[in-house]
DNA sequence: CGAGAATAGGTGGTAATACCATCTAAAGTA
DNA sequence: TACTTTAGATGGTATTACCACCTATTCTCG
């Protein structure tokens, strides 16, 4: 399996552009990077600390912290899991579900000059191969 | 001027992806994202502080900090600049030398799993379409 | 059932990152 | 020459993330 050097190139280069953007947008709303990501994954599931740790690739410490400061600014709920008493639910506050869907809006506004230097068909093309990349 | 939504988060998702895969090939070396940023930088150029920051995105004072970080840790040097003596030059020292292409190669290598889910004229069409994007 | 291991999360301590406001030194300008 | 601007560094703060360790709960198996 042969590898273009330059694709990958562009890839990470495209990345770099792609999180400067998210990193603003997020920046807007005086949210970190993490914090636009965890907002980005309570709107459609309700994870227990250490799978959210897992999704982000993060300690469960770090976690904690995080999410400790997303409480005090009332953008997220802690419920003590009902199966287990050990565990952690950690879902949107209705600020937080407020929120969300604005981030997203804004996220995608903010990356549409860049993917409109793409003609639609094109677009789908990209979305094709990534999603392949995706696996 | 239309846009795919789902082209866009087929976008944002690799690019957290690929930032993944960074962020391992750079704590593999104890190197934070931003000081990997740096080195890639300092392969083909010797900006001043003031350059570097605007280059990242970063504030001076930032960048002077991460400077000194990797200083002491001799990846690289602070030169007074010759025709403005209150601006610095920032280069690889011979260790810094020595890692930035290793660690090219360690990031083609950790990326090349995804790349490879393509075949070589899909991975060249994707380097075009990315290339349109970055414009 | 009950003792010990495993698991979930939180704490405390540390280092890096990045900001802002401010400082100094050097250049540029009037 | 005096005034302003610029380059970078410094000090102070908050966030992020780590690791090692702690507590509370749950699981396991003898």
Same mark, same amino acid.
């Not at 003590?80 to 008493?85: H, L, P, R, V, Y």
């Given at each position: 399996? /042969? @590898?273009?050097? #330059?694709?990958?190139?562009? !890839? *990470?280069?495209?990345?770099? &552009?792609?999180? @400067? *953007?998210?990193?603003?947008?997020? +920046?807007?709303?005086?949210?970190? %990077?993490?914090?636009?990501?965890? %907002?980005?994954?309570?709107?459609?599931? $309700?994870?227990?600390? +250490? $799978? !959210?740790?897992?999704?982000?690739? %993060? /300690?469960?410490?770090?976690?904690?912290? !995080?999410?400790?400061?997303?409480?005090?600014?009332?953008?997220?709920?802690?419920?003590?899991?009902?199966?287990?008493?050990?565990? *952690?639910? *950690?879902?949107?506050?209705? +600020?937080?579900?407020?929120?969300?869907?604005?981030? &997203?809006? #804004?996220?995608? @506004?903010? %990356?549409?000059?860049?993917?409109?230097?793409?003609?639609? +068909?094109?677009?789908?093309?990209?979305?094709?191969?990534?999603?392949? !990349?995706?696996?």
């Amino acid at each position: 399996m /042969d @590898a273009d050097p #330059e694709a990958l190139d562009r !890839l *990470v280069q495209t990345s770099f &552009t792609v999180m @400067a *953007v998210l990193s603003q947008a997020a +920046a807007a709303h005086d949210l970190s %990077l993490t914090q636009l990501r965890v %907002l980005a994954i309570l709107r459609d599931h $309700e994870p227990k600390i +250490a $799978e !959210l740790a897992a999704y982000l690739g %993060l /300690d469960r410490s770090s976690v904690s912290g !995080l999410i400790d400061r997303a409480v005090k600014r009332d953008l997220v709920l802690r419920t003590t899991s009902e199966d287990d008493a050990r565990a *952690v639910r *950690v879902s949107l506050s209705p +600020a937080g579900h407020r929120l969300a869907p604005t981030l &997203t809006a #804004e996220i995608g @506004a903010a %990356l549409t000059p860049l993917t409109s230097k793409l003609t639609l +068909a094109e677009q789908r093309k990209l979305g094709a191969l990534l999603t392949k !990349l995706l696996d």
